[in-house]
């Protein structure tokens, strides 16, 4: 009874020990937007352009996310020319991210401060005016002038937030 006993302790140990070694899987980057999502297209552009790397360098991010019907109804093969040229797609992703965790009471917080205006610096060195227009709605204005209004706020992510837009902001590098 003893060696059944001992047996027992020492194969729980040896098993409690491999466990607690075991490598646990990180979440999955942009793992708040789901396959159901009104956001999933950007997410899964994000995926297919192996940007793990660029995004786990940054650490915690905020992605202002187009919603998928601007990708659906983008005109002349402009997202078939995307999706085949890696570089400009990564650029054009890129430009919807800011390092940093900034959800909407952040971006209010930030708005306040700076009197109805705020800046941002994206993935690309570039700037994101914030404003609020006159019937209350937040803009982000890119560099090129291209408009986007939030349509969803402060979907979570294990590596920061992300906000859904109305448009996408082509920025060229």
């Known amino acids: 009874m003893r060696k059944l006993f001992f047996v027992l302790f020492i194969i729980t140990s040896v098993v409690t020990v ?9 979440p999955q980057l942009l793992s708040g937007i789901g396959d159901e999502s ?3 297209k950007y997410a899964s552009l994000v995926r297919s352009a192996n940007m793990d790397a660029t995004l786990k360098a940054v650490g915690t991010y905020t ?11 983008m005109t002349g093969g402009k997202l078939d020319s995307l999706t085949s040229d890696p570089v400009k797609l990564a650029n054009v992703l890129k430009a919807h991210i800011v390092k940093g965790k900034f959800t909407k009471a952040d971006i209010i917080k930030k708005l306040g401060l700076g009197k109805g205006k705020a800046t941002f610096t994206n993935l690309l ?8 227009t006159k019937d209350n709605q937040l ?18 992510d294990p590596h920061g937030v992300i906000h859904g837009i109305d448009n996408v902001l082509i920025i060229g590098k």
């Open 139 to 156: 803009e982000l204005i890119d560099a090129k002038g291209n408009q986007a209004f939030f349509l969803k706020f402060d979907i979570m």
């Open 63 to 73: 992605v202002f996310a187009p919603h998928n019907a601007i990708f659906r109804n």
């Open 125 to 132: 060195g570039q700037t994101i005016k914030l404003t609020r």
């Open 18 to 26: 491999k466990s607690s070694f075991a490598q646990t899987t990180p």
């Open 38 to 40: 009104d956001y999933y």
